[in-house]
């Protein structure tokens, strides 16, 4: 049996069968423990428990509409639950953070600031220190790969918005990361792009990450575990451990164990479940 064969046997073998999603993940930064939101007489979430490690990358998908950016915005404390509870790092979420940066669909850069103003703007809300804000947003920058664009405006990044609306969150030093679909909007060949440089950003700077996507593949390329969101209203109907090695790169996606693991979920995404409840492998 060679590595390919052991990888997809690995990925395919049910890990703590049965065990709720809390128990998972020992050491987390951020637990959300029965989550319930409603809008009127509409029921959003409905008792929805997960955790995001201090280094891992949790991938929500689930279908159109069921919850997920508004599950998102609960975790960054932008939405209040009708009941359960969000905490990160222990402490109860009841509005933003200043430790949780997030990442939107569409990035909100102002289009009468330069890169690095943009870049800057949340370290000088702060009343960050001048030396503190150059260097900080210098390294972001750098980081992104958008160095010789300080003074650039949003309308002439084209695909680097992107990378500037990274750089915005990451300049704060977030103990977690939010991305609410953040490549949905940009063309494919684009997307595949900066894909992979987010996975190189957060192998040179790792922190939690929570990455909301519609995209299977993109959701098992970039997580160590995979939570699949089912609605109406959401609840984790199946989470998958992620057991590709990293860092990884364009050679991942034609393994058998992506493959595997893909088709694992896309069949949690379209399958009904046997049973009420979430399936954990």
Known sequence: MNRSDLDVTSAARPRNAGVPPMEVQQDARLVVEGACLRYGELDVLSDLSLSVGGTEIVSIVGPSGCGKTTLLRCVGGLNQLNAGEIRIEGQRVEKPLPTVSMVFQHFGLFPWRNLWNNIAYGLALRRAPKEEIERRVGEAIELVGLKGFEMSYPH????GMQRAGLARALVMEPKLLLMDEPFSAIDAQTREQLQFELLRIWDARPTAMMFVTHSIDEAVLMGDRVVVLAGRPAHVRAVRAVHLPRPRDRSIVSSPAFINLREQ??????????????RTQ
């Open 265 to 278: 979920v896309w069949h949690d995404l379209f399958d009904q479940p046997a049973a009420n409840g979430a």
């Open 156 to 159: 002439q990044l084209s695909g």
